[in-house]
């Protein structure tokens, strides 16, 4: 599942620049002890996200019928919503994160309240798993298949160790990698993971009669691409394909992706006039 692969690449990656970054600050000041607190607090939000995913799992299982169909396309929207929200965020806050968790921690290690720090790290990581597993959802939904199938598992897994490794090569002062081409890529792969998204959600509420198709079938390309076809499941995983999209779908994912295009744009514009800075987890020399 590309989309599964490309969602806990990003997020798990956020995760481990920031518990990387926290490491990295805190051997340096010379503070060992504190070292084990930041480890303390990203094992904790792993475990409690975990928690968050099996308990949704399980919420969700106690709905039947109608009231669970309209669950899952509220979830799916409010994935599309934070999906949205967190690429243009990264695009106009990505220089400053280094300086602002290097500050966070300066006030832990100060006060000598090294807890603060496990709860720096906690917030951050329980976060990206928080907004992973919310992703996750939109995607079950998406797709028709269950939270914790072996793909879907499995992609998960393959896109969390790509992360590490993309981080631990990053830490390691490789020039190669440029986190803000990595970021910005992304970024908007995952725009239009999240149009297709809408779209399907879009397309539950009309099979539910809560919106109109306007038109049932705007065109059928199912001669060129079907819908099961290994090309297909590719551009339904990155756009949420369908080959008898109505024309509701059509003006949603028209509407929603060169709107947050212009956002990134915008984002992006803010953050150059605000001037040079730093890549955003490159560690202090």
């Known amino acids: 599942m590309l989309e599964t692969l490309l969602i806990t690449w990003r997020e798990t990656l956020e995760a481990a620049l920031v518990v990387g970054i926290l490491l990295t600050y ?3 000041s010379g503070q060992r002890r504190a070292v084990r607190y930041v480890w303390l607090g990203s094992a904790t939000a792993v475990v409690a996200a975990l928690i968050c995913a ?7 299982a106690l709905l039947g019928g109608e009231t669970q169909e309209v669950v899952q396309a509220l ?3 409010g994935a599309v919503g ?3 929200w967190m690429v243009v965020w990264m695009h106009g806050n990505s220089r400053s994160i280094q300086g602002d968790l290097h500050r966070q921690a300066d006030s832990a290690l100060a006060t000598g309240r090294l807890i603060g720090l496990a709860a720096i790290a906690f917030v951050a990581v329980f976060r ?3 907004e992973t597993v919310l992703f996750l959802w939109g995607v079950v939904v998406q797709r028709g298949v269950q939270l914790a199938t072996m793909p879907l598992v499995g992609a998960g897994l393959v896109g969390a160790g790509l992360a590490i490794a993309t981080a631990w090569l990053f830490f390691r002062g490789f020039a ?3 986190l803000r081409t990595f970021f910005r890529t992304t970024g908007v792969l995952l ?3 999240a149009a297709g998204l809408l779209t399907s959600g879009v397309n539950k509420l009309i099979g539910l009669g809560y919106l109109p198709p306007l038109v049932p079938q705007l065109w059928n390309t199912s001669w060129l691409v079907r819908d099961g076809s290994p090309l297909g499941a590719v551009l339904g995983a990155l756009v949420g394909y369908r080959s008898r999209p109505s024309l509701l779908e059509v003006l949603a994912f028209a509407f929603y992706f060169p709107l947050m295009l212009w956002a990134l744009n915008h984002a992006e514009a803010a953050t150059r ?3 040079p800075g730093e890549e955003s987890a490159r560690p202090a020399a």
């Open 26 to 28: 805190v051997a340096r």
């Open 54 to 60: 099996s308990a949704s799992g399980g919420a969700m």
């Open 75 to 77: 979830i799916v929207f």
């Open 82 to 84: 934070v999906l949205s």
């Open 128 to 130: 990206e798993g928080v």
């Open 176 to 178: 190669f990698l440029s």
């Open 191 to 193: 725009l239009l993971v």
């Open 273 to 275: 006039a605000a001037g």
